[in-house]
Protein backbone atom coordinates (compact mmCIF):
# COMPACT_ATOMS: atom_id res chain seq x y z
CA UNK A 1 0.00 0.00 0.00
CA UNK A 2 1.30 3.61 -0.72
CA UNK A 3 0.75 6.29 1.53
CA UNK A 4 0.66 9.96 1.02
CA UNK A 5 0.38 12.76 3.76
CA UNK A 6 -0.25 16.15 3.41
CA UNK A 7 -2.12 19.29 5.31
CA UNK A 8 1.32 20.18 6.48
CA UNK A 9 1.92 23.95 6.91
CA UNK A 10 3.03 26.87 9.34
CA UNK A 11 0.72 28.15 11.91
CA UNK A 12 0.48 30.20 14.83
CA UNK A 13 -0.06 28.87 18.33
CA UNK A 14 -3.36 28.07 19.29
CA UNK A 15 -4.30 27.73 15.78
CA UNK A 16 -5.25 24.32 14.05
CA UNK A 17 -4.27 21.77 11.13
CA UNK A 18 -5.96 19.16 9.87
CA UNK A 19 -3.75 16.51 8.15
CA UNK A 20 -4.52 13.54 5.59
CA UNK A 21 -3.04 10.30 5.25
CA UNK A 22 -4.53 8.30 1.42
CA UNK A 23 -3.88 4.89 1.07
CA UNK A 24 -3.87 3.89 -2.86
CA UNK A 25 -2.86 0.44 -4.24
CA UNK A 26 -5.08 -1.12 -1.98
CA UNK A 27 -7.92 -1.13 0.56
CA UNK A 28 -7.14 0.36 3.94
CA UNK A 29 -9.44 -1.82 5.53
CA UNK A 30 -7.73 -4.53 7.82
CA UNK A 31 -4.77 -2.20 8.63
CA UNK A 32 -4.07 -0.79 11.77
CA UNK A 33 -2.98 3.07 10.71
CA UNK A 34 -0.96 5.74 12.94
CA UNK A 35 0.35 8.99 13.01
CA UNK A 36 4.18 9.58 14.06
CA UNK A 37 5.82 12.59 14.51
CA UNK A 38 9.90 13.59 14.10
CA UNK A 39 12.18 16.75 15.50
CA UNK A 40 15.79 16.34 13.99
CA UNK A 41 18.09 14.43 16.30
CA UNK A 42 14.91 12.60 18.24
CA UNK A 43 13.77 9.55 17.33
CA UNK A 44 10.29 9.14 15.95
CA UNK A 45 7.17 9.70 18.14
CA UNK A 46 3.84 8.09 18.44
CA UNK A 47 1.14 10.29 18.14
CA UNK A 48 -2.23 8.78 17.75
CA UNK A 49 -3.38 5.18 15.88
CA UNK A 50 -5.72 2.84 15.99
CA UNK A 51 -4.34 -0.96 15.52
CA UNK A 52 -7.47 -2.67 13.14
CA UNK A 53 -10.20 -2.58 14.34
CA UNK A 54 -10.19 -1.42 17.89
CA UNK A 55 -10.25 2.15 19.27
CA UNK A 56 -7.80 4.70 18.82
CA UNK A 57 -4.84 5.48 21.38
CA UNK A 58 -2.94 8.67 21.46
CA UNK A 59 0.18 10.21 23.17
CA UNK A 60 -0.55 11.82 26.06
CA UNK A 61 0.97 15.25 25.00
CA UNK A 62 -2.01 15.39 22.85
CA UNK A 63 -4.69 13.62 24.17
CA UNK A 64 -7.83 16.31 23.81
CA UNK A 65 -6.15 18.62 21.26
CA UNK A 66 -5.62 15.77 18.52
CA UNK A 67 -8.43 13.51 16.92
CA UNK A 68 -7.41 10.61 14.85
CA UNK A 69 -10.27 9.78 12.44
CA UNK A 70 -10.24 6.98 9.48
CA UNK A 71 -12.53 6.72 6.71
CA UNK A 72 -11.88 3.33 5.46
CA UNK A 73 -14.36 3.86 2.05
CA UNK A 74 -12.29 6.67 1.12
CA UNK A 75 -9.15 4.84 1.95
CA UNK A 76 -7.90 7.93 4.01
CA UNK A 77 -7.24 8.63 7.59
CA UNK A 78 -7.07 11.89 9.21
CA UNK A 79 -5.23 14.16 12.40
CA UNK A 80 -7.16 16.97 13.41
CA UNK A 81 -4.84 19.06 15.46
CA UNK A 82 -6.20 21.79 17.44
CA UNK A 83 -4.69 24.18 20.44
CA UNK A 84 -1.33 23.77 18.76
CA UNK A 85 2.04 24.64 20.29
CA UNK A 86 4.90 25.18 19.07
CA UNK A 87 5.94 21.77 21.11
CA UNK A 88 4.15 20.42 17.99
CA UNK A 89 6.69 21.43 15.93
CA UNK A 90 7.69 17.85 13.53
CA UNK A 91 7.49 16.46 10.35
CA UNK A 92 4.18 14.28 10.83
CA UNK A 93 4.08 11.24 8.98
CA UNK A 94 1.54 8.44 8.56
CA UNK A 95 2.48 4.56 8.73
CA UNK A 96 0.39 1.44 8.38
CA UNK A 97 0.79 -2.22 8.24
CA UNK A 98 -1.20 -5.14 8.92
CA UNK A 99 0.66 -7.34 11.55
CA UNK A 100 0.34 -4.70 14.51
CA UNK A 101 -0.15 -6.02 17.83
CA UNK A 102 -1.68 -3.85 20.46
CA UNK A 103 2.04 -3.44 22.80
CA UNK A 104 2.97 -2.52 19.17
CA UNK A 105 1.06 0.45 17.95
CA UNK A 106 3.78 2.75 19.57
CA UNK A 107 6.56 0.76 18.33
CA UNK A 108 7.21 2.68 14.58
CA UNK A 109 9.91 -0.07 13.58
CA UNK A 110 6.43 -2.05 13.29
CA UNK A 111 5.21 -0.43 10.50
CA UNK A 112 5.84 -1.34 6.69
CA UNK A 113 4.10 1.47 5.04
CA UNK A 114 5.43 5.21 5.39
CA UNK A 115 3.79 8.20 3.80
CA UNK A 116 6.48 10.94 3.17
CA UNK A 117 5.76 13.14 5.59
CA UNK A 118 4.49 16.39 5.89
CA UNK A 119 5.98 19.41 7.76
CA UNK A 120 3.60 21.48 10.84
CA UNK A 121 5.38 24.35 12.19
CA UNK A 122 3.79 26.40 14.78
CA UNK A 123 4.91 29.90 15.67
CA UNK A 124 5.06 31.08 19.06
Known amino acids: VQLQASGGGLVQAGGSLRLSCAAS????????VSWFRQVPGKEREFVAGVRWPGSIVYVDSVKGRFTFSRDNARNTAYLQMTSLSPEDTAVYYCAADRNIILSSLRDFRRYAYWGQGTQVTVSS
Open 25 to 32: GRTFSGYS
